[in-house]
């Protein structure tokens, strides 16, 4: 069975900070998504990662896919308030069955 | 339409009735993914559906569970003799064919809640 595990599972920090959040398999995917979800909406999807090594940049948001392609990092410079949020990793299999999601990462950031 | 939309919202259900959960995809998406998101359980895989092949039913937890989807658009999920344990937001998302490894579109979901 897939397992996809996320780290930390809560954060709170002060506005300015930076942070990372990871998210670890041991199984490997071919591609790999993250999603921020707000309260009382469904989540939305923020990149896909499809190459080992692969970088993504979304403005203050950097995402990594490992070289192995079996975990990826999602770095935060200078956190603002608005990314306060549930963070999501999920993982998708060549076949294209459903995306397998990890449990998530509740961010919290205070100005 | 749009986006992904889901109906009702909001569900309060007495224990052991059933409900009946909506979701209308995009237009053209034919492949739609129903999801269970309970608190601090991450988002649980229900049941996927793709054009016309014969739905991945792996992750319905009980014979309680059942979803059909019309006309390759809106499913409907469906919940008999509803428990407590069922309490949770429920999820619908949609991808064009093929596409579900880049990501999905999901709904703002159905939160239910069984008294």
Redesign the interface.
């Known amino acids: 069975t897939q397992l996809l595990e996320q780290s930390p599972q809560f954060l709170s920090i002060q506005e300015g900070e930076n942070l990372t959040v990871y998210c670890n398999s041991s199984s490997v995917f ?2 790999l ?1 993250w ?1 921020r979800q707000e309260p ?6 923020l990149v ?1 990662v ?1 190459t080992g090594g692969e970088v993504k940049k979304l403005k203050r948001l950097t995402f990594q896919f490992g070289d192995a392609r079996k975990d990826s990092s999602l770095h935060i410079t200078a956190a603002q308030p608005g990314d306060t949020g549930l963070y ?1 990793c ?1 993982g ?3 076949a ?9 990462t509740t961010l919290s950031v205070s100005s | 339409g749009a986006g ?1 939309s889901q109906s009702p919202s909001n569900k309060v259900t007495e224990k052991g009735k059933d409900v009946e959960l909506r979701c209308d995809p995009i237009s053209g998406h034919t492949a739609l ?1 129903w ?1 269970r998101q309970s608190l ?4 649980e ?1 229900l049941i ?1 559906f ?1 054009g016309n092949s014969a739905p ?1 039913k792996s ?1 319905l937890p009980s014979d309680r569970f059942s979803a059909e989807r019309t006309g390759g658009s809106v499913s409907t999920l469906t919940i008999q003799r509803t428990q407590q344990e069922d309490s949770a937001v429920y ?1 619908c ?1 949609s991808t064009e064919p ?1 596409q ?10 159905t939160r239910l809640t069984v008294v």
């Not at chain 1, 294209?96 to 998530?104: E, P, Q, V, Y």
């Not at chain 2, 601090?40 to 988002?43: A, E, S, V």
């Open positions: 071919s591609s998504q999603y009382g909406e469904g989540p939305v999807l896909t499809v999501l999920a998708g299999d060549q294209g069955t459903a995306l397998i999601f990890g449990k998530g | 992904v993914y999801y601090g359980q991450g988002l895989f996927y793709q991945d992750g999820l998302a093929g579900g490894r880049y990501g999905y579109t999901f709904g703002s979901g």
